[in-house]
Every structure is written in C-alpha cells, then in structure tokens.
C-alpha cells in the first residue's frame, strides 16, 4: 500500500485553502470547453442555479482543469447537484409558528407522542413543516466540495479495495460528499483518521466494513424517540446525541465506510406492505460487482435479514435514474411526495420474487400508481402509465401482497397558515387484488356487497404476532369494516369479553380491518378464507 503521511495530507489541504483565496477572472465560457461533454449542459445549467454561488463551484472547476480525472469527478458532483439540499423540518403550529421539541428530553417514542397530543390540547393541531431548504448548488463551499474530493481520491489512489473499484462504482458511490438531505459536513477528514489503524492490517474489504460496523455500534445507535425528529442529522448532531432513526445510521455508515474507500449507498423501503412504517438500510458493492445488504451501527453485511414480504425496494443515487416519473409528469400534475425525485433505481429484484403486473383502472388520471395498506392508508409505492384501454402495468412488484390501484387528485383544499392550499390524496383507481405467491392476481368484489348472516360459520380474531392485532383488550371496543365501493364501509362495533373477538357476519370476497377505540389506531387488513383469518 501506498504510504502517504498525514503531514502531507494537510499539507495538501492547506495549498487547496490558500489556492481558492486567489481572485481569479473566473468565466464559464472560458472552462466550459474542458468539462467532459457527458455532463458539460448539465454543469453549465448547475452553475446558473447556483446564483450568487457560482463563483465558488467555478474555482472547483478552474482547480481541476489541467486534472481530467479529478476534472470529470467534480463535473458528476456539480452537475447533478440542483437534486440535494439539507431539508430542515420542525413541528408547527396552524400559524406556522415553531412548537420546541428536543427528542432527547424522552426515552420512548410513546412518551413523545403523548406530549404532542397535550400541546394540541391547548395550541391546536400541530404538523411538520419544512423550514429551509438549503440547497447544495446554492451553498456548498469550493473548500468543502475540493476536499471530499482530494480525500475521495486519495482513497481511490492509495487503497488496494478502493482502485479495484469500476470508475462507475466510485463516482456513484464513493465519491458522493452526502448520504440523504442532512446539513453538510466535512465528515470524510473525520472519518479517514478515526479509523486509520483498521485500514492497516486487511487488503480485504469485506473486513474492513466489518470492523468499521463493529465499531460505529458503539458511536452511534438507533432509538425510536428520533421518528419524531424528521429532519436527518448530520454529524456533528449525531456524535453529539449518539442516537439516530434508520436513515441516520445508514448516513454515519455511508460517511465512515466511504471516507476509508468502501462503496456504500442505502436501499429504502417506502412503505412496508403488511404493517406500518417504513425502512432504510444500507448495501455495500464490493470490487467485483457483489451487493451485500446490512444495517449500518447494528449489523453486518451477511449477518443482516429483512422480512419477508416487500412490495418495492430503491436505491439512492447521486446521479439521475432516467426515465423516473418525474421525466414525463407534467407540470400541471402532482406525484406522490417522494416518487417526484430521479434519484433512485429499483432494485425490488434484487431482494424478492417480482412479477410485473397489469390492471386495469377507472377513467381518469394518464398516470396511475400501486399502493399497499400501511399506516390506516393506502400509500402509493410505484407508477405507471395508462393506456386508451385504461390498462396500467407496474413493474417487478412483490408478491403475496394486497394491492390497490390509485389516482393522486386534488380532493379539497386546506387551510395552511392561512393560505389556501390544494389537497392531493390518493383515490381509488380499481379494485384492491392480492398478488399471490404463483404470481395470480385475485380481484376483490368492489361492489355493494351483500351482508350474510352466517352464526354457524362465525370467524375469530383472536391477540396474534406481527401484523395482525398485537393484543385484544377486554372491555374495548372494536369497529369492523369491510372495502366495498371504493372506500372503507363501516359495519358494526363489538366489545371485547374475551382475549378475542367473534364476528358473526359474513362478506365473502374483500377485504377486512379492525380498529381499536383509540387515539392512533393502528389495523392491519385481512381476509376469510373457509373461516380462518390471513392478514396482509
């Protein structure tokens, strides 16, 4: 291995501080010429974005001219740059006024959610804002952009693992100065020299992310409390609270596995298609082209396992995935929150059996989009467009799920700081189906269906395991429904006597849920099949 002393290292930083101190006749015409022509529309676009900014992203550029590789790696991090910002969100009030809340001042997440309720008590119904959006083409410095670059190379240059790499696999996912939309930070320099001596003593990569792993365990951990904290942190917040939800610990893998020269990125579900919540982890790509998945801070890669049933996996990406929803949706339409960004691939394949699936939906929207039931919604997960025979395909989903086609409409309008605002929601766009395991799609009756009073067949919902209704409360009362018509009917409230609940009527083909008279009711969807209850 190539020995470089840390002497030098700074050395060379401080030459680049100095360098950018210069004032220098700085022209984009002038530098545009030297810029890769893969990505020279894309840079010069960036740079007029950028503003009052422009100048520092033109001294990475001029710094590296007479560098073609350095030159073509500073021309991927700026062109697609607009894409990232830092997103800073907080609780607010309906005025918009920001309501204080410090995670750490609670050991649970129920304790958190407690103290929200009795806030809106007295201020009324709180709700996430975004704040600022600090976006990278606008604020980044040449000094910061340059050393995640000198360091993303000196990595490149020095290790045995990292030179093994495609130039594809290290402009991807190497390279990259961030893991999400945290506030940026010079994490590389830090993560390089606190884990110098692991480099030392392997030329295998594998165990130098095992070692790395085993050690970020004991920096930085998962608490529950941080679902209420919904902008993601960045480092100096995380060394400071040690504590993190699952897109933190994936974004301090991604700072200390590839400061030391390691591909990483991280691999999200949106929404989990048999209970609630969501999920991100991380995957390491080795030299070779091997993806190995495994949740950074708690456990290895091989040592890592995610359930069964998922519905869509995506990859992050710094770059742009072409042909996303947000290539062809027109401006006057509206996607799904997260489903309008480029910047992620499916790799649903890579984790379960996929099958592509066609349906067919009501007259409407061009662009249809699948979703599964999570959170007491149906929650949109992929796309697709619909043709004149209003058939829709969406691609390489998971199966052995329950499905429902949806439009994403206005469908009111809020009141929000009193500023009237439309109201996207999904609606209905079909009937909800089941994709079983052999790759049938089973149709539910979406009609008005027929009550049947049936004592003699009667269903139990008894407590059961993950999924289903965690525990049956004596006393409480319970609300059925049942799909029909396009939305959620209401059939009958029971109470609980027993550890379970007897249900003495009948709607044969749809779906059922059960919700508990409580303040954040929580059910999972199922059906009857010969008087046995499957959840989904």
């Given at each position: 291995?190539?020995?470089?002393?840390?002497?030098?290292?700074?050395?060379?930083?401080?030459?680049?501080?100095?360098?950018?101190?210069?004032?220098?006749?700085?022209?984009?015409?002038?530098?545009?010429?030297?810029?890769?022509?893969?990505?020279?529309?894309?840079?010069?676009?960036?740079?007029?974005?950028?503003?009052?900014?422009?100048?520092?992203?033109?001294?990475?550029?001029?710094?590296?001219?007479?560098?073609?590789?350095?030159?073509?790696?500073?021309?991927?991090?700026?062109?697609?740059?607009?894409?990232?910002?830092?997103?800073?969100?907080?609780?607010?009030?309906?005025?918009?006024?920001?309501?204080?809340?410090?995670?750490?001042?609670?050991?649970?997440?129920?304790?958190?959610?407690?103290?929200?309720?009795?806030?809106?008590?007295?201020?009324?119904?709180?709700?996430?804002?975004?704040?600022?959006?600090?976006?990278?083409?606008?604020?980044?410095?040449?000094?910061?952009?340059?050393?995640?670059?000198?360091?993303?190379?000196?990595?490149?240059?020095?290790?045995?693992?990292?030179?093994?790499?495609?130039?594809?696999?290290?402009?991807?996912?190497?390279?990259?100065?961030?893991?999400?939309?945290?506030?940026?930070?010079?994490?590389?320099?830090?993560?390089?020299?606190?884990?110098?001596?692991?480099?030392?003593?392997?030329?295998?990569?594998?165990?130098?992310?095992?070692?790395?792993?085993?050690?970020?365990?004991?920096?930085?951990?998962?608490?529950?409390?941080?679902?209420?904290?919904?902008?993601?942190?960045?480092?100096?917040?995380?060394?400071?609270?040690?504590?993190?939800?699952?897109?933190?610990?994936?974004?301090?893998?991604?700072?200390?596995?590839?400061?030391?020269g390691l591909a990483l990125t991280s691999d999200f579900t949106p929404f989990w298609p048999d209970r609630s919540n969501n999920h991100a982890w991380?995957?390491?790509?080795?030299?070779?082209?091997?993806?190995?998945?495994f949740m950074g801070s708690e456990a290895n890669p091989g040592q890592y396992n995610l359930q069964d049933k998922i519905a869509k996996v995506y990859?992050?990406?710094?770059?742009?995935?072409?042909?996303?929803?947000?290539?062809?949706?027109?401006?006057?339409?509206?996607?799904?929150?997260?489903?309008?960004?480029?910047?992620?691939?499916?790799?649903?394949?890579?984790?379960?059996?996929?099958?592509?699936?066609?349906?067919?939906?009501?007259?409407?929207?061009?662009?249809?989009?699948?979703?599964?039931?999570?959170?007491?919604?149906?929650?949109?997960?992929?796309?697709?467009?619909?043709?004149?025979?209003?058939?829709v395909t969406f691609s390489d989903m998971g199966r052995d799920i329950a499905y429902l086609p949806v439009f994403y409409e206005i469908v009111d309008?809020?009141?929000?700081?009193?500023?009237?605002?439309?109201?996207?929601?999904?609606?209905?766009?079909?009937?909800?189906?089941?994709?079983?395991?052999?790759?049938?799609?089973?149709?539910?009756?979406?009609?008005?269906?027929?009550?049947?009073?049936?004592?003699?067949?009667?269903?139990?919902?008894?407590?059961?395991?993950?999924?289903?209704?965690?525990?049956?409360?004596?006393?409480?009362?319970?609300?059925?429904?049942?799909?029909?018509?396009?939305?959620?009917?209401?059939?009958?409230?029971?109470?609980?006597?027993?550890?379970?609940?007897?249900?003495?009527?009948?709607?044969?083909?749809?779906?059922?849920?059960?919700?508990?008279?409580?303040?954040?009711?929580?059910?999972?969807?199922?059906?009857?099949?010969?008087?046995?209850?499957?959840?989904?």
């Amino acid at each position: 291995m190539k020995k470089i002393t840390y002497f030098l290292l700074i050395f060379a930083l401080f030459v680049i501080i100095n360098s950018c101190s210069i004032l220098q006749p700085y022209s984009v015409k002038k530098i545009a010429p030297s810029i890769p022509e893969e990505y020279r529309e894309k840079v010069v676009e960036s740079l007029e974005e950028a503003g009052s900014n422009k100048r520092e992203l033109l001294k990475v550029l001029y710094h590296y001219k007479d560098d073609p590789q350095k030159l073509e790696a500073a021309s991927f991090l700026i062109a697609y740059m607009p894409d990232h910002c830092f997103a800073d969100v907080a609780l607010v009030d309906s005025l918009g006024n920001t309501v204080p809340l410090n995670v750490m001042d609670f050991n649970t997440a129920l304790e958190v959610q407690i103290h929200i309720d009795s806030l809106e008590k007295e201020l009324g119904e709180l709700h996430y804002k975004l704040i600022e959006k600090r976006e990278d083409v606008k604020t980044i410095t040449a000094h910061l952009l340059m050393t995640h670059i000198d360091m993303a190379f000196l990595a490149y240059e020095t290790l045995p693992w990292t030179s093994q790499y495609s130039w594809d696999d290290f402009r991807e996912y190497i390279l990259p100065y961030r893991g999400s939309s945290e506030p940026l930070s010079n994490w590389r320099l830090y993560f390089w020299y606190q884990f110098a001596s692991f480099r030392e003593p392997t030329e295998d990569p594998l165990v130098l992310a095992y070692s790395i792993n085993d050690s970020a365990r004991k920096m930085f951990t998962f608490k529950e409390v941080f679902y209420y904290h919904p902008a993601d942190q960045g480092l100096d917040e995380m060394l400071k609270n040690g504590f993190g939800r699952c897109e933190d610990m994936t974004n301090f893998s991604i700072y200390a596995m590839r400061a030391n020269g390691l591909a990483l990125t991280s691999d999200f579900t949106p929404f989990w298609p048999d209970r609630s919540n969501n999920h991100a982890w991380n995957a390491i790509i080795l030299p070779d082209g091997e993806v190995i998945p495994f949740m950074g801070s708690e456990a290895n890669p091989g040592q890592y396992n995610l359930q069964d049933k998922i519905a869509k996996v995506y990859r992050k990406l710094y770059s742009q995935e072409p042909n996303t929803l947000a290539d062809v949706l027109p401006d006057s339409m509206k996607a799904p929150p997260w489903l309008g960004y480029k910047n992620f691939m499916d790799v649903t394949d890579k984790y379960v059996q996929v099958s592509d699936v066609n349906v067919q939906v009501y007259k409407g929207s061009p662009f249809a989009y699948i979703a599964v039931f999570n959170d007491n919604d149906w929650q949109p997960i992929h796309w697709g467009s619909v043709d004149s025979l209003r058939s829709v395909t969406f691609s390489d989903m998971g199966r052995d799920i329950a499905y429902l086609p949806v439009f994403y409409e206005i469908v009111d309008s809020i009141i929000v700081e009193n500023e009237k605002k439309p109201d996207y929601e999904p609606i209905p766009a079909g009937t909800p189906f089941i994709l079983n395991e052999e790759e049938e799609i089973i149709n539910f009756d979406n009609s008005e269906v027929e009550l049947r009073e049936k004592k003699d067949s009667a269903f139990v919902l008894t407590k059961t395991g993950h999924g289903g209704i965690n525990k049956v409360k004596i006393d409480s009362t319970y609300t059925w429904f049942i799909w029909a018509e396009d939305e959620w009917q209401e059939i009958i409230d029971t109470t609980a006597t027993a550890d379970s609940l007897i249900f003495e009527f009948y709607y044969p083909e749809t779906l059922y849920k059960v919700e508990e008279e409580c303040l954040h009711p929580d059910p999972r969807i199922f059906t009857i099949e010969d008087g046995e209850v499957i959840f989904w």
